[in-house]
T-cell receptor, first 115, second 109 residues
Framework: NAGVTQTPKFRVLKTGQSMTLLCAQDMNHEYMYWYRQDPGMGLRLIHYSVGEGTTAKGEVPDGYNVSRLKKQNFLLGLESAAPSQTSVYFC??????????????FGPGTRLTVT | DAKTTQPNSMESNEEEPVHLPCNHSTISGTDYIHWYRQLPSQGPEYVIHGLTSNVNNRMASLAIAEDRKSSTLILHRATLRDAAVYYCIDTGTASKLTFGTGTRLQVTL
């Protein structure tokens, strides 16, 4: 049982380049989330999904797109990377939503640097 | 958005109990209180959650005030491995955990 995995672990991009971050979970969770964490800050929600084929915007969605084509995968895309997107990106999943008391399981993070 | 207030940092000696406070004065009746912690260079991990009554698990205890406007995470015997940033979260709107800056716990020998 791997839990939540993220690919890649590290990446350096030049401004304007694009990339996709992959999140996978093997717990059959309905809900999946993408967060970013800037130095010295808490996590901020980018996008989330409440089930296969659905996505919704979080607190800081601009400059990112997501897709949930399969229940176990949640992809985060940067179409044209900017230095302001330099951050650590965390993926998480949960059986249902936190308001129902369910915990979120987090991946190890992807450290992205945009130069 | 549901907000919580925590001290920026706290210190504890190893083997001693630690009480981490959190204020959540705007909490509504159906919002859970979740606690997560983040060890250095790792993703957050769940610690405990509760609604009204006090809760215990293998990691910690959660004491929730009767009016639910505050809570306290209790680590019964702090170890060096407990050094982390602890986040108190009022779940508020469904599906959205709002992380503040948390409390950085330092544990010393």
């Amino acid at each position: 049982n791997a839990g939540v995995t993220q690919t890649p672990k590290f990446r350096v991009l030049k401004t304007g380049q694009s990339m996709t971050l992959l999140c996978a979970q093997d717990m059959n969770h309905e809900y999946m989330y993408w967060y970013r964490q800037d130095p010295g800050m808490g996590l901020r929600l980018i996008h989330y999904s409440v089930g296969e084929g659905t996505t919704a915007k979080g607190e800081v969605p601009d400059g990112y797109n997501v897709s949930r084509l399969k229940k176990q995968n949640f992809l985060l895309g940067l179409e044209s990377a900017a230095p302001s997107q330099t951050s650590v990106y965390f993926c998480a999943s949960s059986y249902s939503n936190g308001a129902a008391g369910d915990e979120q399981y987090f991946g190890p993070g992807t450290r992205l640097t945009v130069t | 958005d549901a907000k919580t207030t925590q001290p920026n940092s706290m210190e504890s000696n190893e083997e001693e109990p630690v009480h981490l406070p959190c204020n959540h004065s705007t909490i509504s009746g159906t919002d859970y209180i979740h606690w997560y912690r983040q060890l250095p260079s790792q993703g957050p991990e769940y610690v405990i959650h509760g609604l009204t009554s006090n809760v215990n698990n293998r990691m910690a205890s959660l004491a929730i005030a009767e009016d639910r406007k505050s809570s306290t995470l209790i680590l019964h015997r702090a170890t060096l491995r407990d050094a982390a940033v602890y986040y108190c979260i009022d779940t508020g709107t469904a599906s959205k955990l709002t992380f503040g800056t948390g409390t950085r716990l330092q544990v010393t020998l």
